[in-house]
């Protein structure tokens, strides 16, 4: 498979020179030249496939030229090492718990999926590889695990001072080793510019083997497939296929699931669930983008103004947004909406729901028809926000102990103005 730049002014690249570059060196992100297709059989007798096999037919033919199938089996297995259950909470809605990795978040798998692959390409690299990574709460804590301690990789997480939340923080910055955590002064949008700074700094990147690790990266992208699959697998309900609700910020985990529906996956149609970040909501009902600034809400991890996958997406329905309205639906979902839905859900099924996960639910129900069968992708779990959630279900959330062990840690976060000279120094180092 060859990935080409989306930005149409680079050469199209292997899939190892995609992960190790990140980005395209005209700024673009990689989108694969080819979409494969799964028969019908495969969708249909999905239930007879181990969790590794279908991984295996997912994505092997995006990696197929650069990592052998023994090798890619192996990343799999380490990927896929915590389970992601479906819970059916009524008849009409079940609930992909994706927060059962080691950061109670979803974006362990991609995070661990990619820093295997670079692991693996960093043996034909000299030197040492700088991952650089600005998060707006749970892609740091996730990329930081799944790098920690991996040979010759560094890792630099950006993340904006007071608007992650205890456990994000300690999951960013109590690792230390070869972790770097970056405390800045500043909000998301502005850490991303100074990553995006340094990628853009030729004599940095000259001295410096820099790599994003941000959902840009085709290898934490494309596993988010797996997802989808791995829920189709465990759906009970194989004659209604889902209405599915993604809650979305950088439009990474949606924009899998929509490149999997091309593979055949069965889906109704996608719902992609914003809260108060609403770029993309405003975007398709007006067909143009109207620029905001990002605004702080109690699902943090989606405060996104401009999320970058979307053109992805985009790309996907070669740019025709009439195609793009018939299989997904924006919707946005206040913080008081959030907090109501957390109450609700709680007090009428027993089921407790994080902030983004209530985004989801509260976006599936503005456009879920009648009698269709709703899936909500659960992305981080409840006791990364124990406030909001204790305050609206009246108990406390309990702790996973893996969770009490690292909330002893001390923090070991460099603090830092949102300015690119500090950051360079520092990147400097690791020439
Ligand atoms: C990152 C994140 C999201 C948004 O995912 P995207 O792929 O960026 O759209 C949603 N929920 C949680 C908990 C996240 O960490």
Same mark, same amino acid.
């Given at each position: 498979m060859r990935y080409y730049s989306l930005n149409a002014q680079a050469p199209a690249v292997s899939f190892r020179e995609a992960v190790v570059h990140g980005?395209?060196?005209?700024?673009g992100l990689y989108f694969p030249e080819q979409i494969p297709q799964l028969p019908a059989h495969f969708w249909a007798a999905i @239930?007879?496939?181990?969790d590794t096999e279908i991984a295996l037919r997912i994505l092997q033919p995006y990696v197929a030229e650069d990592i052998a199938a023994s090798v890619l089996e192996q990343i799999i297995a380490e990927t896929l090492s915590f389970p992601l259950p479906v819970r059916r909470v009524t008849t009409d809605r079940s609930v992909l718990e994706l927060f059962h990795g080691p950061t109670l978040a979803f974006k362990d798998v991609g995070a661990r999926f990619m820093s295997r692959c670079l692991a693996h390409f960093a043996g034909g690299l000299q030197g040492r590889v700088v991952v650089l990574v600005a998060t707006s709460g749970d892609t740091g804590g996730a990329v930081a695990n799944s790098f920690?301690? !991996?040979?010759?990789t560094d890792v630099v997480v950006l993340y904006p001072s007071g608007k992650v939340s205890p456990v994000q923080e300690r999951q960013i910055a109590a690792l230390g080793g070869n972790v770097h955590a970056l405390e800045v002064d500043g909000d998301f949008d502005q850490c991303q510019a100074l990553v995006k700074q340094a990628f853009a700094d030729e004599a940095l990147r000259a001295a410096v083997y820099l790599t994003s690790a941000n959902s840009i990266n085709v290898a934490r992208w494309l596993p988010q497939q797996l997802y989808y699959a791995l829920a189709w697998k465990q759906w009970?309900?194989?004659?209604r296929a889902p209405v599915v609700s993604v809650p979305s910020g950088n439009f990474g985990n949606i924009g899998a699931g929509l490149l999997l529906q091309r593979s055949g996956l069965p889906v109704k149609h996608f719902v992609a669930a914003c809260n108060a970040n609403d770029a993309i909501p405003t975007y398709l009902e007006k067909g143009a983008f109207v620029r905001k600034a990002a605004q702080a809400t109690l699902?943090?991890?989606?405060? !996104?103004?401009?999320?970058? @996958?979307f053109v992805r997406i985009l790309a996907l329905f070669n740019n025709d947004i009439a195609l793009l309205r018939t299989a997904l639906q924006a919707t946005r979902t206040s913080d008081i909406e959030t907090r109501d839905t957390i109450r609700s859900v709680f007090n009428d099924f027993g089921y407790v729901l994080d902030p983004h996960t209530a985004v989801a639910w509260h976006g599936l129900a503005q456009v879920a028809p009648a009698g269709a069968h709703g899936l909500v992708l659960s992305?981080?779990?409840?006791v990364k926000f124990p406030d909001v959630v204790s305050e609206e279900t009246g108990a406390a959330v309990a702790m996973p102990s893996s969770v009490e062990g690292l909330m002893q840690e001390q923090l070991r976060s460099i603090k830092m103005e949102a300015d690119y000279a500090p950051l360079r120094a520092l990147l400097q180092q690791f020439d």
């Open positions: 980005q395209a060196p005209d700024k @239930n007879d496939l181990d920690y301690g !991996v040979p010759n009970a309900d194989k004659d699902s943090n991890a989606m405060d !996104v103004a401009d999320p970058s @996958n992305t981080a779990h409840p």
